[in-house]
């Protein structure tokens, strides 16, 4: 069983920055890929940013490009999403995910999430 917890959340002005943190608690992330996913009221929860195990490959939806940046410290069981130049769109509550396939098993974790408010 893996337990995330996020953290970083708040409340920031159009053209802020926050970073949220998304730590694991009981297990390792090793062999997960990570990705942020974050739901508005009202909306349908829509992929954010996603980073392989290595670190190596990243992805990121078109709205965040250039703005956000996924990053993680496998040492500290860590995933991280850098957030910049934030846009009242931005609104949302921020679900960090784990995921991995082990001999045809999948495992597929969320935390309880992170609100993040920016205002106009």
């Known amino acids: 069983q893996v337990q995330l917890v996020e953290s970083g959340g708040g409340l920031v002005q159009a053209g802020g920055s926050l970073r949220l943190s998304c730590a694991a608690d009981g297990r390792t992330l090793t062999g997960y890929t990570m990705r942020w996913f974050r739901q508005a009221p009202g909306k349908e929860r829509e992929f954010v940013a996603a980073?392989?195990?290595?670190?190596?490959?990243?992805d990121y939806v078109d709205s965040v490009k250039g703005r956000f940046t996924i990053s993680r410290d496998n040492a500290k069981n860590t995933v991280y999403l850098q957030m910049n130049g934030l846009r009242p769109e931005d609104t949302a509550v921020y679900y960090c995910n784990a995921e991995r396939t082990m001999w045809s098993t999948k495992y597929n974790y969320w935390g309880q999430g992170t609100q993040v408010t920016v205002s106009s």
């Open positions: 980073i392989s195990w290595s670190g190596g490959t990243t």
